[in-house]
Antibody, heavy 118, light 108 residues
Framework: QVQLVESGGGVVQPGRSLRLSCAAS????????MHWVRQAPGKGLEWVAV????????YYADSVKGRFTITRDNSKNTLYLQMNSLRAEDTAVYYC???????????WGQGTMVTVSS | DIQMTQSPSSLSASVGDRVTITCRAS??????LNWYQQRPGKAPNLLIF???NLQSGVPSRFSGSGSGTDFTLTISSLQPEDFATYYC??????????FGQGTKLEIK
């Protein structure tokens, strides 16, 4: 069964760091670009970052550029999001997603909640 | 950056109704437009890709159309499980994607 499972969310104080993970099963992560998308409570979807299948290119939303870093370990079939200098406005459910068959997010994880609060 | 604007932001309808949601891009994006459904507490689910192509497993009552800047998602006969929030997304500037703000479809 093709599946993405996020982990690593939790409550963190402003200015601190957190690392999210996204583990793939049922397919080979190394063949695909991978994305992070977030959703603040009661709000819409916001694309956050993408990493090329081989890690050679990375792009970020302006809202996280310079603070977040997307990486991957294809040997572990896992995607990461290192989040530094966290702010209250980073509070959201974070989803990993990928474009396997089309230029659209056809596989999503279940999401992991990040709450930034003192 | 390409901005996506959906209308309406919310919509009340009844089971069996025909419903149309509109998405407008701030610049021409050809047919690089996807639609997602999101139920409360769940991840989004791809419905339509490339403006008019139905994702495998999605009921045929869902359809998409449009090109350039104006797009529509139509549900031909609403079912109880269709009450959810719908998002459009442009893939023209891939790999950097942009979503619309969402349309919440509620039961009348």
């Amino acid at each position: 069964q093709v599946q993405l499972v996020e982990s690593g969310g939790g409550v963190v104080q402003p200015g601190r760091s957190l690392r999210l993970s996204c583990a793939a099963s049922g397919f080979t992560l190394s063949s695909y670009g991978m994305h992070w998308v977030r959703q603040a409570p009661g709000k819409g979807l916001e694309w956050v970052a993408v990493i090329w299948f081989d890690g050679s290119k990375k792009y970020y939303a302006d809202s996280v550029k310079g603070r977040f870093t997307i990486t991957r370990d294809n040997s572990k079939n896992t995607l990461y999001l290192q989040m530094n200098s966290l702010r209250a406005e980073d509070t959201a459910v974070y989803y990993c997603a990928t474009t396997v068959n089309y230029d659209a997010f056809d596989i999503w994880g279940q999401g992991t909640m990040v709450t930034v609060s003192s | 950056d390409i901005q996506m604007t959906q209308s309406p932001s919310s919509l009340s309808a009844s089971v069996g109704d025909r419903v149309t949601i509109t998405c407008r891009a701030s610049q021409r994006i050809s047919t690089s437009l996807n639609w997602y459904q999101q139920r409360p507490g769940k991840a989004p689910n791809l419905l339509i890709f490339a403006a008019s192509n139905l994702q495998s497993g999605v009921p045929s009552r869902f359809s998409g159309s449009g090109s350039g800047t104006d797009f529509t998602l139509t549900i031909s006969s609403l079912q109880p499980e269709d009450f959810a929030t719908y998002y459009c997304q442009q893939s023209y500037s891939a790999p950097m994607y942009t979503f619309g703000q969402g349309t919440k479809l509620e039961i009348k």
